[in-house]
C-alpha cells in the first residue's frame, strides 16, 4: 500500500517560487490499480519522484508498506517496482545482462535470481530478445525490458509514469494484461497516464490532482457520477474547471 500525506513542494525558477505539490494526499490500496489523473504541471510527476526518493518534500511524508520514506529511503525503494517515463538502457548490454544488473543491486543472487529472471522473461514474453543487445531496440522492446528491470525483485507494489506513451498496440495490451494479473494477485499499482479510455479501463480508483492538490477521487464511474457526465473525460474537464493541458 502507498500513502500520500499532505505533501508540499516548491521549487524556484529563476526570481519565481513555483508550488509543484500544495498539501497532497491519497492512499493507493493492495489488490487495486490507481490512476493519477491531472492536466500538465498539476505535481503528477513530482509526486512520483518524491514517492522514489528522489526528492524530498518540504512537508508531508509518504509512506510504503508502512515504511516512511524520507527515514528508510532504500528500504522503501526495494518495496517498489518503478517504471519512469522514459526508457533510458544500457544499449551495450543484453536484455539479460541489464535486468540481471537490477536484480543484483535488489541483493539477489544465485539461483534465486536466475529463476527470477527467466520468470520475468516468460511473462513479459521476451525470450527472443533476452540475448540481444538493447542497441536498435523498438519502442515496445525498450518498455519490456525497462518493465522487466523494475518487476525482477517482485515488489508488493508497482509506480508507472505514462508506460504506454510510443507503444504499439500489441505492447499496451501485453502491458495491460500484465498488470491486471498482478492487481488481482493482491499488488498496489499507481500508475499516471493523459489517455482517458485506458484509466477507464483499467483503473479501480482515480486520483484527480489539480495545481498539486486532490482535486476528486472516486472509481471511473463515481467520477462521471459527481461530475454529471457520462464520459471520464468530461468529467475531468469539469472537475478541474478548465480543459487546458487535457490530451485525449
Known amino acids: 500500500m502507498i500513502e500520500v500525506k499532505n505533501l508540499h513542494k516548491t521549487f524556484k525558477v529563476g526570481k519565481n517560487v513555483v508550488k509543484a505539490l500544495d498539501g497532497l494526499s491519497f492512499t493507493a490500496k493492495d489488490g487495486e490499480i490507481t490512476g493519477i489523473l491531472g492536466p500538465n504541471g498539476a505535481g503528477k510527476t513530482t509526486c512520483l519522484r518524491t514517492l522514489y526518493g528522489l526528492l524530498t518534500a518540504d512537508q508531508g511524508s509518504v509512506v510504503i508498506d508502512g515504511i516512511q520514506v524520507a527515514e528508510s529511503p532504500l528500504e522503501a525503494?526495494?518495496?517498489?517496482?518503478?517504471?519512469?517515463?522514459?526508457?533510458?538502457?544500457?544499449?551495450?548490454?543484453?536484455?539479460?545482462?541489464?535486468?540481471?544488473?537490477?536484480?543484483?543491486?535488489?541483493?539477489?543472487?544465485?539461483?534465486?535470481?536466475?529463476?527470477?529472471?527467466?520468470?520475468?522473461?516468460?511473462?513479459?514474453?521476451?525470450?527472443?530478445?533476452?540475448?540481444?543487445?538493447?542497441?536498435?531496440f523498438s519502442q515496445g522492446q525498450r518498455?519490456?525490458?525497462?518493465?522487466?528491470?523494475?518487476?525482477?525483485?517482485?515488489?508488493?507494489?508497482?509506480?508507472?509514469?505514462e508506460p504506454t506513451r510510443g507503444l504499439d498496440v500489441m505492447s499496451t495490451r501485453i502491458l495491460r494484461n500484465y498488470l491486471a494479473k498482478h492487481r488481482d494477485n493482491g499488488h498496489c499499482i499507481l500508475f499516471s497516464s493523459h489517455v482517458m479510455q485506458e484509466v477507464a479501463a483499467l483503473c479501480d480508483r482515480v486520483i484527480i490532482v489539480a495545481d498539486g492538490k486532490l482535486a476528486a477521487e472516486g472509481t471511473p464511474q463515481e467520477l462521471c457520477d459527481l461530475a454529471g457526465e457520462k464520459l471520464l473525460e468530461d468529467a475531468f474537464v469539469k472537475l478541474i474547471g478548465s480543459d487546458e493541458g487535457v490530451a485525449a
Open 77 to 136: 525503494r526495494s518495496r517498489l517496482g518503478i517504471f519512469p517515463d522514459k526508457f533510458g538502457l544500457y544499449e551495450r548490454l543484453s536484455a539479460y545482462e541489464q535486468i540481471d544488473y537490477f536484480a543484483s543491486i535488489h541483493g539477489m543472487q544465485g539461483d534465486v535470481k536466475k529463476q527470477a529472471i527467466e520468470q520475468v522473461l516468460i511473462d513479459l514474453e521476451m525470450q527472443e530478445l533476452a540475448h540481444r543487445k538493447t542497441l536498435g
Open 143 to 161: 518498455m519490456k525490458v525497462t518493465l522487466a528491470q523494475a518487476l525482477v525483485h517482485q515488489p508488493k507494489n508497482f509506480v508507472l509514469d
